[in-house]
């Protein structure tokens, strides 16, 4: 649905985003992750027709963004950075507006605004304006306006932003419920919204694209992927060494696989040296991998990758 | 041209829902009657006319109708609604000439609201009434060039008040270079014809016309263009900040 091809994008000499592909098919929710100024919302603006790109293509269900851009923006629903919406606006004419610059009109227009008021919680605050509302609301009350028109395509940046982390919860889950019919595209700084929400996950920095994956595929390239944490009584470093590279950490010791695609067999030899000396095993777990470590190593310059 | 429609009818009703309207309406109607009939001196002119109180009317416009208009890009900028509203299916021209639409509309209501002053003519005496209506079609236009111009200034910043000076000092260059005491004061240097040409340029000499209830196919089509031409920046002015 979202195909985008050495999308680059430069203010004045600065390269924003510096050539940037990847499509996203539908049933797909891609994370979109990075430091601040990584290009992430510069990138949004271009999917979207807001900004047009220095150069490279877009296009949305096949229509091309920069040649056809009214076909692509009506595939597409919005949720823009801090969620913008008309301040002096109530609820339900701020939903009304947009579902009428959709081109829904009368009992479609009525059933959409329905539909998007019960799916968003936004029913008890639909005659207020909307510069009375918590944040909350103000974030779900834009998401809504998204979602009006049931958009084949939907590109969010940062929509936890701000939000309580009921709040969160509630907007992941609701980005699941809707990935599964439509290409998904977010944006966060928060890593563990990869794992709550997304089926894949790139990661970029200083405008290109860093890592490409899914939320395990990354895992994975973390250094901790496949190390063994033993707590253990008896345990002496010593011993553990001739398994691999052993670290202590609070009492308790790591060792690292010395080839992490034998992370299972470290496993196994782990416990069996824990039966050969009869070490009293109080905790013992296998690492599957931090995430916040493998996006610190790859967006870090790298006089800064140690630790 | 339905969303045109749409645009402008928000944009319109987010006036109304201000009380920032409100102020503007009682603001404008204070001053034009203090200026009709005290700085105008309309009793002691002893005609049956409005020229005390559309003579005023390019000094008036000159603060009020940027103070307006210069919320309509400003503010979206600021906010960040731009961005919303240039991704939803439609046009660029569609969304500026909408809000153009829905301002002038608003300056037209407040024209009207002028209507004690045609009432207060009538009765004392039996002026032209079709001067009048020149008079008042002259001004609409006035309001109309002053505004696309405050647009586009409007969509060069993201601060209002930035927006409401560039626009005055734009403004009254185009009163200016028609101006009598500046025009006296180019002849004694420049030749007639480069001065005339200098004055065309001026909204005072196209707004003359309709006071004497001449309506002149040049002046309108000089009030359209800088509409058109505006408004035409204004879309130039919008792209280029999008693009970076």
């Known amino acids: 649905m979202i195909r ?15 050539g940037i592909s990847f499509s996203v098919e539908r049933g797909e929710v891609l994370g979109f992750l990075g430091p601040n100024g990584a290009g992430k919302s510069t990138t949004m603006r271009m999917v979207t027709g807001f900004m047009p790109p220095t150069s490279g293509k877009v296009s949305i269900g096949g229509h091309d963004v920069a040649e056809s851009p009214l076909a692509a923006k009506r595939l597409i ?15 339900h004419g701020f939903l009304n507006f947009a579902a009428e610059l959709r081109g829904l009109d009368g009992a479609a227009r009525r059933k959409a605004v329905g539909h998007v008021v019960e799916l968003c919680f936004l029913e008890s605050v639909l005659r207020q304006s909307i510069d009375t509302l918590s944040k909350g609301y103000k974030h779900r009350t834009c998401l809504a306006q998204a979602l009006i028109h049931d958009p084949q395509v939907l590109v969010m940046d940062e929509p936890t932003d701000g939000l309580d982390p009921n709040q ?10 809707l990935g599964k019919d439509k290409a998904i595209v977010f944006s966060t700084h928060i890593l563990e919204e990869v794992d709550a929400a997304c089926t894949r996950a790139i990661i970029i920095d200083r405008g290109r694209i860093v890592a490409n994956g899914t939320p395990q595929e990354l895992r994975a390239m973390s250094d901790l992927a496949g190390a063994v944490t ?25 060792i690292y696989p010395n080839d992490k695609s034998k992370a299972a067999e470290l496993a196994q030899a782990v416990v069996e040296l824990v039966n050969l000396h009869g070490w009293k095993v ?26 | 041209m339905k969303a045109v ?47 005390a109180f559309f003579g005023w009317h390019p000094w008036l416009f000159l603060v009020l109708v940027p103070a307006v208009g210069m919320r309509v890009w400003a503010e979206e900028r600021r906010s960040g609604t731009i961005e919303l509203l240039l991704t939803m299916p439609i046009a660029p021209w569609q969304a500026i000439l909408a809000k153009f639409l829905a301002s002038w509309a608003f300056l037209a209501v407040a024209l009207v609201l002028t209507f004690p002053a045609v009432i207060t003519v009538n009765l004392l005496g039996s002026p032209d009434n079709g001067i009048i209506a020149a008079g008042y079609l002259g001004s609409f236009l006035l309001a109309g060039a002053y505004l696309a111009v405050t647009c586009m200034t409007s969509a060069m910043t993201r601060n209002q008040v930035v927006a409401l000076i560039l626009s005055v000092v734009i403004c009254l260059f185009l009163i200016l270079a028609g101006f009598n005491p ?36 040049r002046d309108l089509l000089f009030f359209l263009s800088v509409i058109g031409f505006a408004l035409f920046a204004t879309g130039v002015v919008i792209r280029g900040h999008r693009s970076g």
């Open chain 1, 282 to 307: 109080e905790g013992m777990y296998s690492e599957r991998g931090e995430l916040d470590e493998v996006f610190r190593r790859i967006t870090l310059p790298d006089t800064a990758k140690k630790t």
């Open chain 1, 168 to 177: 969160k919860h509630e907007v992941r889950n609701l980005i699941r419920e």
């Open chain 1, 77 to 91: 629903g919005y949720l823009p950075e801090n969620a913008a919406s008309y301040p002096d606006m109530t609820v």
């Open chain 2, 182 to 217: 500046v025009t006296d004061l180019l002849t004694r240097w420049a030749s007639p014809a480069l001065v005339d040409t200098v004055a065309a340029f001026s909204v005072v000499t196209h707004f003359d016309g309709f006071q004497r209830g001449v309506i002149d196919a």
């Open chain 2, 5 to 51: 429609w749409t645009i402008a009818k928000r944009e319109l009703v987010a006036y109304f829902t201000s009380p920032v309207a409100y102020i503007f309406l009682v603001i404008f109607l204070l001053l034009t009657g203090f200026f009709t009939f005290t700085a105008g001196s309309f009793f002691e002119r002893g005609e049956a006319s409005l020229a």
């Open chain 1, 4 to 18: 985008i091809e050495n999308l680059v994008k430069t203010f004045g000499a600065k390269r924003a985003v510096d």
């Open chain 1, 230 to 254: 033993l707590q253990a009584r008896g345990a002496s470093l010593e011993r553990l060494s001739s398994l691999g590279r052993v670290e202590p950490v609070n009492g308790a010791f790591r």
